[in-house]
């Protein structure tokens, strides 16, 4: 117990070579002989550190500074090389694949581009033809016309007579307003005031286009029948006029509402009131009402 009592504690210069200093350089000794063992040549890193050194590069040999690299070492090096060799290799491989897309997208740009301006060409050139056509028609046609301006109203109004409303139409439209009175007024009444109408809703620019005169002249005989039929129903008596309103609106309810708009106020009301009389009508008239409102 004395001899326990009397021990000495350590220095700090003890403390730190048995504490510090030995398991360090332990561990050092131990990590550079694995190192050297895996092919790091460690013993030559350190003899080449050392050979600086004054006095200490005597005691080291040249052979451990210039001793050559390990078979390890050598193997590892070269997969090294051969993996960075594989690397460049698809590097390129993918830059050329990449250039080559750049190049197909530019050529496909580029044959865009000229689809673009060839159809931008091709329209041009169709948009002058269409111009061309129209206007050697209306030069036609200004010309068969003045042949008709030439003659005497009595002579041309019969052969005009003859023609569709559209050819009829077209010829007129060009002709100056003395000369194409002096021609209706020696047609029929009836034929003049269709082909008065005609011109009325048609305008000049349309005069070379038959459809359109075609689509003016449905318009007008529609119109017309839409009149006629208003006429008629409005001679019925009202309970007669009712159902026929009826039976029309199921049938075509945009043709009934023109033919009610087309009566006077008063038959209208009295139509309208013949439909409300009956409850299971009552609804329609509601609705044919609202039609005319909106119409």
Same mark, same amino acid.
């Given at each position: ?21 030995? !398991? %360090?350089?332990?561990?050092?000794? %131990? ?12 013993? /030559? ?8 050194? !004054? ?45 080559? $897309? ?12 000229? %689809? ?7 329209? /041009? ?22 042949? *008709? ?15 569709? !409303? ?10 100056? #307003? ?10 029929? #009444? ?29 318009? %007008?005989? *529609? ?14 008596? #009202? ?35 013949? $439909? ?7 609804? $329609? ?11």
């Amino acid at each position: 117990m004395e001899e326990i009592a009397e021990e000495r504690s350590y220095s700090r210069l003890e403390w730190f070579f048995y504490i510090i200093f030995i !398991p %360090l350089l332990f561990t050092l000794v %131990l990590s550079a002989i694995i190192a050297q063992m895996f092919g790091y040549n460690v013993v /030559g890193v350190l003899a080449k550190e050392l050979n600086q050194i !004054p006095v200490i590069e005597k005691l080291i040999p040249d052979a451990a500074i210039d001793r050559p690299p390990s078979e390890k070492e050598e193997v590892k090096t070269d997969k090294k090389d051969v993996t960075v060799a594989d690397l460049k290799t698809q590097l390129a491989v993918k830059e050329r694949e990449v250039n080559e $897309l750049k190049k197909k997208a530019e050529l496909e740009e580029q044959k865009a581009k000229r %689809l673009q301006q060839q159809t931008q060409i091709q329209q /041009g050139d169709a948009k002058v033809s269409q111009e061309q056509m129209n206007e050697e028609k209306q030069k036609q046609i200004k010309n068969l016309a003045k042949v *008709y301006t030439t003659m005497s109203a009595g002579k041309a109004a019969p052969i005009m007579e003859k023609m569709s !409303p559209e050819e009829a139409g077209q010829l007129l439209l060009v002709m100056k #307003p003395e000369e194409r009175s002096a021609i209706m007024a020696k047609m029929d #009444p009836k034929t003049a005031a269709d082909l008065t109408l005609l011109l009325k809703e048609t305008s000049q620019a349309d005069s070379n286009d038959p459809g359109v005169l075609q689509q003016r002249l449905l318009e %007008l005989k *529609y119109n017309a029948s839409i009149r006629e039929l208003a006429a008629s129903i409005s001679s019925m008596q #009202p309970t007669n006029a009712a159902n026929l309103i009826e039976r029309l609106f199921t049938s075509d309810e945009r043709k009934a509402v023109l033919v009610l708009s087309q009566m006077e106020a008063g038959q209208r009301g009295q139509i309208l009131s013949k $439909l409300a009389e009956n409850k299971s009508r009552a609804a $329609l008239a509601a609705k044919i009402s609202q039609k005319l409102l909106t119409n």
